[in-house]
């Protein structure tokens, strides 16, 4: 079993930054990817940002330039920088790992971000 816990995010005035944190332990096998998923009410959740164990990156459109992810596989943790944020970034984020021979997921929690303008 992979547990995954989520630190960061909160309320920010649009233009501002926050940066989420992601933690894994368990069952981590090591070909896996790392990403984050938002959801908006009444909206599916969406990738915003993935990388892999090797450091391969892929985003949103809605957040390239913007919003960086990161990780340290050694600790098995994940971060994710965002900047000038805009109200429709305004979701519940959640952390993901997917094992990438299984291809099992897992979630955290999820945290709430909200932008005002």
């Known amino acids: 079993q992979v547990h995954l816990v989520e630190s960061g995010g909160g309320l920010v005035q649009a233009g501002g930054s926050l940066r989420l944190s992601c933690a894994a332990s368990?069952?981590?096998?090591?070909?896996?990817?790392m990403g984050w998923y938002r959801q908006a009410p009444g909206k599916q959740r969406d990738l915003v940002a993935r990388?892999?164990?090797?450091?391969?990156?892929n985003y949103a459109d809605s957040v390239k330039g913007r919003f960086t992810i990161s990780r340290d596989s050694a600790k098995n943790t994940m971060s994710l920088q965002m900047n000038s944020l805009k109200p429709e970034d305004t979701a519940v984020y959640y952390c993901?790992?997917?094992?990438?021979?299984?291809?099992?997921?897992?979630w955290g929690q999820g945290t709430q971000v909200t932008v005002s303008s």
């Open positions: 368990g069952s981590i096998f090591f070909i896996n990817a």
């Open positions: 993901n790992l997917q094992n990438l021979m299984t291809r099992n997921n897992y």
């Open positions: 990388i892999t164990n090797g450091g391969s990156t």
